[in-house]
């Protein structure tokens, strides 16, 4: 059968691929918002449950140490029991330390009526699945995933930064105590030189108790060597991102119509770092008898 000449077919098959766009572009604008506000309550649940953790972790050890408090009075009563003069001004103190870190722990703990670890957990166990399903279905092009990488290699620097500034301030920390328990014990032993059960024989023992702690902690997790090379990693990641911005370097080759070139060699040299850092973080995990970390800095 001939078409109609008032069939005008072309503008209606124009008609609805607009229609069909257009709807195309809000299924995907819905799918955006969706995934912002999916990724806002994931970020809000961590940070919820962050919080009650340090409440918890600070509510824990709040009653280990009214416990030891109140354990140390105890004992010292027992051994002292005779003497009223020598386990009051103890048993007192350890009382008012008790109190004090029984009102911390009462002050750290959860309030009542909000949800408690175990859901918030469930929470973003939840929430982490259904992120993780949405992201799935959207699959952004080439050209803005490398955009992204390199949006987001300002936040790999000022983690591996922190971290380098976390494991630095806990390796001087352990060896202030080392040094200063170290002669704290020379003072205390020539203080007193009788085999007998007195404060100095105490102390002797809890400081050098304390010394040993943190020697084996220093030479366990290798704070220093840690924050050495993250530090190193975080320097090599600024000065790509900067010869990047700049031009210069191995990037002082590339035209302005090259930029998608240049962003490829920044992401790959910027994860060859990371998988480096990745590896020495490897070798410091293994046993000292197995392997050495590669370039680790001197003593």
């Known amino acids: ?23 195309q572009r809000q299924a995907e604008a819905d799918e955006d918002a969706s995934l912002r506000k999916l990724r806002y309550s994931v970020k809000q649940t961590e940070r919820d449950l962050a919080r009650r953790r340090r409440r918890v972790r ?19 009563t027992v051994l002292a029991w005779g003497s009223p003069s020598r386990f009051l001004p103890v048993d007192i103190a350890c009382a008012v330390l008790a109190l004090v870190s029984g009102a911390a722990a009462w002050v750290a703990a959860p309030p009542r009526g909000q949800l408690s670890m175990a859901q918030l957990e469930d929470m973003l166990a939840t929430n982490r699945e259904a992120l993780r399903f949405l992201s799935a279905l959207i699959h952004p092009t080439l050209k803005e995933r490398r955009s992204l990488y390199r949006e987001d290699v300002a936040g790999v620097i000022e983690q591996y930064r922190a971290d380098s500034r976390r494991y630095r301030f806990i390796h001087n920390t352990l060896q202030n105590l080392i040094m200063i328990g170290a002669a704290s014990t020379t003072t205390v032993a020539a203080l007193d030189t009788r085999n007998q059960f007195t404060w100095q024989n105490i102390t002797i023992v ?81 046993p000292a008898d197995q392997a050495a970390p590669t370039g ?4």
């Open 1 to 23: 059968m001939a078409r109609s000449l008032d069939d005008d077919a072309p503008r209606r098959i124009r008609g609805a691929n607009d229609h069909l766009s257009a709807e």
């Open 58 to 76: 600070t509510m824990g050890v709040a009653l280990a140490v009214a416990s030891g408090a109140l354990l140390t009075g105890l004992l010292w």
């Open 206 to 286: 809890a400081i050098g108790f304390t010394v040993t702690l943190a020697a084996a902690f220093t030479g366990y997790y290798k704070y220093r060597e840690r924050s050495y090379f993250l530090l190193q990693t975080a320097d090599a990641i600024e000065e790509e991102t900067n010869a990047f911005t700049l031009g210069v370097g191995p990037y002082s080759d590339f035209a302005a119509d090259q930029e998608q070139q240049a962003l490829k060699l920044f992401t790959q040299r910027v994860e060859e770092h990371r998988n480096e850092q990745r590896r020495r973080q490897q070798q410091l995990d293994q």
């Open 296 to 299: 680790q800095p001197a003593a």
